[in-house]
């Protein structure tokens, strides 16, 4: 599995829809996608992360791959959805794969998650489709605290970190299980200029950050670069400029010991799950009365 996947591995959601709270331009065009996964694979980047709920993602990516003779040359992670708690729970798993395949255009899907972190019990079914030859690895996609120990028995996993999360710094570095780092720039607020962090916690942090010296977008990339075990880091990028930046980071070193203990002494210890999980900020807003 360590050859399968890419340093860097490109998350997709904006190709389908409008994500993210640092988000200014929207979906990319048609045309645009195409430009970034041609960049992609020029330089090295061979993995993709998708899900049947990322609006048209799956399809965009399908008739992409298809139309620049790249099909089959990415390695791609899908999701299933939410499974049924009545009916027939396998055929559902089956039939969600092989939807997938079809708007991708592929014959086998790399990696399946189940995304909704407490589907996570069912990880035997998603094993049953490995043994029968559909998926390659079987995981779950990790969310909350509340599911920290999630996923004991999978092949990989899909989980948040980044500087100033660590709830599951503990799934690194285990042997033959692969993580799927999404998250690396906190759904953009480690690079969105600072009176727009509706957070103080995270502004206070960001600004200490800074005072390292290190671009923000450098620091959080090298520094997750150097997590223990395999591990490829999602980065979703919405135009060519930002997969370059994110392609000249990757040539570089991880970040030093030293310059990981510099970063720590900012970071640690972490912060509410609240503040770090996007999942959480519209309850967030609530409570703290921010449109």
């Known amino acids: 599995m360590t050859a399968m996947f890419s340093k860097v591995m490109l ?43 990322y609006g048209d993602s799956e399809d965009v990516i399908g008739r992409a791959l298809a139309e620049l003779g790249l099909a089959g040359r990415f390695r791609i992670v899908t999701k299933i959805p939410m499974l049924p708690q009545e009916g027939d729970q396998e055929s559902f798993i089956r039939e969600s794969l092989q939807s997938s395949m079809k708007r991708l255009g592929v014959e086998v899907i790399d990696g399946a998650l189940f995304h909704k972190e407490s589907d996570g019990v069912r990880l035997d079914l998603l094993k049953k489709m490995k043994d029968e030859g559909l998926i390659r690895c079987a995981g779950v996609s990790l969310n909350t605290l509340a599911c920290r120990d999630g996923g004991q028995d999978a092949d990989c996993l899909q989980v948040p970190c980044n500087m100033l999360d660590h709830r599951f710094d503990h799934c690194f570095g285990k042997a033959g299980r692969h993580c799927f780092v999404r998250g690396a720039y906190l759904q953009g607020m480690l690079l969105m200029p600072e009176e727009k962090i509706f957070i103080p916690e995270i502004r206070e942090k960001r600004r200490r950050l800074e005072a390292l010296g290190m671009p923000m977008a450098e620091l959080s990339l090298r520094y997750l670069f150097a997590k223990p075990g395999e591990n490829s880091i999602l980065t979703g990028v919405e135009n060519l400029d930002q997969l370059r930046e994110n392609i000249r980071i990757a040539r ?26 996007p999942w959480m900020w519209k309850k967030y807003r609530e409570l703290h009365h921010i449109v």
Do not use: C, H
Not at 26 to 48: C, Q
């Open 11 to 53: 998350g997709t959601v904006q190709f389908g829809m409008k994500y993210g709270v640092a988000n200014t331009s929207g979906k990319p065009s048609y045309e645009a996608v195409r430009g970034i996964l041609k960049e992609a694979f020029d330089n090295g980047i061979t993995a993709l992360d998708t899900a049947p709920e």
């Open 252 to 277: 570089m070193a991880p970040l030093s010991q030293s310059e990981i203990a510099e970063v720590e002494k900012i970071v640690l210890p972490p912060l509410d799950e609240m503040l770090v999980s």
